[in-house]
């Protein structure tokens, strides 16, 4: 960096560190607080954003990670359970990220509030799974669910319809980052409000921050305390992401001294996935690599499914103590992840973001393990909904199940046409096609592609 390159970062720095006291003041003393920790993680990362310019990463010095730090499942599994598995499951509590809004669906508020499956939303069905999960061994697994200023206030009030479950739930707010103007490198928000004029101003910056967060809520010191040492983090509106019971004992049955902190669970890759993050050997540490990492000459390259086979599915076991250690000694140096946006006014900002699954090199002995597809069956979008309210899975206890009719084990790729983009239509398409008489051309069609069987096509929904 030349000297007028850092007197140029240095008046960025020094112009946007002042745009933020200027905010904080507009704030109570109790949101003050909140908000100046927020801001303590944002000017680390803008910091960051300033000095670092163009790929993160020397495509040279990428290798294939080593064949022992990425483990088939079944190796896993064929280890069998011991007799009491509750112990473990007593160390253990589950996260649910639960911060996006249900709006790319057509819904307001809350993705997680979206009715999936027989009048379930995501969150009814991970109360359910964790539920069972507590009943059949006797456990106490805690749901943790890490919401954002979009979600917390709706999500906290329909918790109130689990108080008689038994499920402890835990909820803490990721940080609220402010929206940067592209040109000025200064925050676009007028005020700490979210509303009115500032209602585009502020974003909720990834789940990388989760670390930061839930270490300053105070929820990870105390899930310590009461013996809880991993966490099982994963995407709410993935429902095949589950508790399991064999990657869980792997964890708990490892030497103290080669304890592993940091489980990514991966899967094959399809052409469906060529954007997903992979995993990575780098200058001899296991690492994430992210499409928005990599430079544009090899872009190709990285979407290839013979060079780069697996993908991340953001299902993650983490140690908790080692979540605090490295916290403490700010040892945790995720990418920047450069989110461009334009918004309704035609204002042109930047939101600086990170990722939970970068801070994989931080952790000793990281490992991925490599998972049925089964494991990653998120609901993006309303052809996604579409497939699991289909007969095409059975629900039981809030898991999904694919049938075994299905002569393929791979998830089928539906693409519905612009008119059923959002919920609320695609829910209409399929209670009317319960009321229809299909043609045989499209019974059979929809027989070849789902697999479904029985009386109707979309059973109960």
Not at 198 to 226: C, M, Q, R
Not at 305 to 329: D, G, Q
Not at 417 to 439: E, H, I, M
């Amino acid at each position: 960096m030349t000297e007028f390159q850092e007197k140029l970062r240095q008046q960025h720095e020094d112009s946007m560190h002042r745009e933020l006291e200027a905010l904080i003041a507009t704030a109570d003393q109790a949101a003050a607080e909140i908000s100046r920790k927020d801001f303590d993680g944002f000017k680390r990362l803008f910091h960051r954003f300033l000095q670092v310019k163009g790929p993160s990463v020397d495509w040279a010095k990428i290798n294939r990670p080593p064949e022992d730090s990425v483990q088939p499942y079944e190796k896993i599994k064929s280890k069998g359970l011991p007799d009491n598995i509750t112990a473990s499951l007593n160390k253990l509590a589950v996260v649910k990220l639960n911060g996006g809004l249900g709006t790319s669906m057509g819904c307001k508020g809350p993705k997680s509030l979206i009715s999936v499956r027989n009048e379930n939303t995501f969150l009814d069905l991970t109360v359910q799974q964790i539920e069972h999960l507590n009943k059949t061994f006797n456990a106490d697994v805690p749901l943790v669910l890490m919401n954002s200023f979009n979600t917390d206030e709706e999500t906290n009030k329909i918790l109130q319809k689990y108080k008689h479950h038994r499920v402890n739930i835990h909820t803490f707010n990721q940080s609220r980052y402010p929206r940067i103007n592209k040109e000025s490198l200064l925050p676009i928000a007028k005020s700490m409000r979210v509303n009115g004029e500032n209602v585009e101003a502020w974003y909720p910056p990834g789940h990388g921050d989760i670390y930061t967060s839930f270490y300053n809520s105070g929820l990870l010191d105390k899930l310590i305390a009461e013996g809880k040492e991993y966490i099982f983090v994963s995407n709410i509106d993935n429902l095949g992401a589950t508790v399991d019971l064999f990657i869980l004992h792997h964890l708990m049955s490892q030497p103290a001294d080669k304890r592993c902190e940091f489980i990514m669970e991966v899967t094959d890759k399809t052409r469906a996935d060529v954007k997903g993050g992979t995993l990575i050997q780098y200058e001899d540490h296991l690492r994430l690599l992210e499409i928005a990492q990599v430079p544009k000459a090899h872009v190709d390259e990285f979407k290839s499914v013979t060079k780069f086979k697996i993908f991340n599915t953001n299902n993650l076991w983490i140690s908790l103590p080692a979540i605090k250690r490295l916290h403490e000694k700010n040892a945790m140096d995720l990418e920047i992840i450069v989110n461009p946006k334009t918004l309704d006014g035609g204002l042109n900002i930047i939101q600086l973001e990170t990722a939970v699954g970068a801070a994989i090199k931080s952790f000793d002995n990281a490992m991925g393990v490599n998972v049925p597809r089964s494991r990653f069956l998120p609901v993006k979008t309303s052809s996604d909904l579409l497939l699991v309210m289909s007969n095409l899975y059975s629900l039981d206890a809030g898991s999904l199940t694919m049938s075994k009719k299905r002569e393929f084990p791979s998830t089928p790729h539906v693409k519905l046409g612009s008119s059923f983009t959002k919920v609320r239509p695609t829910r209409d398409a399929v209670l009317s096609c319960r009321l229809q008489v299909f043609t045989d051309t499209l019974a059979s069609f929809l027989k070849r592609v789902f697999c479904f069987a029985g009386s109707g096509v979309f059973g109960q929904v």
